[in-house]
Antibody, heavy 116, light 106 residues
């Protein structure tokens, strides 16, 4: 069974950094792009960027460029989302999702709370 | 960047009703358009890809159409399990963009 399993909830203080992981199983991790999507409380979906795990090529949303970094380690079938200089407005649920043009498989989501 | 305008933002309908949601792109995206359903507290689920193709396992009451800048998503007969929020999403020029969402209630 294809699964994307994300790391657990995080509570951070403003200014801190964060890394969320997304481990794929049940398929060849290297052949499907991984996307990261943010959903702020009660709001819609915001695409942050994506990575090709086979060679770590990345594309970022202009809205998130410079604030996030996406990486992957195909040897352990895991993609990562790094956020730096966290603000309260970074609070929300972060999803990883598999697919270059359509996200057909999603992780369960990681709740991030940024509060002093 | 391509901007997606989705309407309506919410709707209320009865079981068995035909429901239609639209998305308009700010520029021609051919058929690079997908539709998702998100139930409360859950991750989104892909229903339609490439504007009109039904994702494997998605019920046949869901359908999509359109090309260029105007797209539609239809539920032919609304069921209780269809409540939640529906999102369109375009992929063009190496960037995804989601529509604002349509909350469907019964």
């Amino acid at each position: 069974e294809v699964q994307l399993v994300q790391s657990g909830p995080e509570v951070k203080k403003p200014g801190e950094s964060l890394r969320i992981s997304c481990r794929g199983s049940g398929y060849n991790f290297g052949i499907y792009w991984i996307n990261w999507v943010r959903q702020m409380p009660g709001k819609g979906l915001e695409w942050m960027g994506q990575i090709d795990p086979s060679d770590s090529t990345t594309h970022y949303s202009p809205s998130f460029q410079g604030h996030v970094n996406i990486s992957a380690d195909k040897s352990i079938s895991t993609a990562y989302l790094h956020l730096s200089s966290l603000k309260a407005s970074d609070s929300g649920i972060y999803y990883c999702a598999r697919g270059r043009e359509a996200a057909a498989r999603w992780g369960q989501g990681t709740l991030v709370t940024v509060s002093s | 960047d391509v901007h997606m305008t989705q309407s309506p933002s919410s709707l209320s309908a009865s079981v068995g009703d035909r429901v239609t949601i639209t998305c308009q792109a700010s520029q021609d995206i051919t058929v690079n358009l997908n539709w998702y359903h998100q139930k409360p507290g859950k991750a989104p689920k892909l229903l339609i890809f490439d504007a009109s193709n039904l994702e494997t396992g998605a019920p046949s009451r869901f359908s999509g159409g359109g090309s260029g800048t105007h797209f539609s998503f239809t539920i032919s007969s609304l069921q209780p399990e269809d409540i939640g929020t529906y999102f369109c999403q375009q992929y063009d020029d190496l960037v995804f963009t989601f529509g604002g969402g349509t909350k469907v209630e019964i």
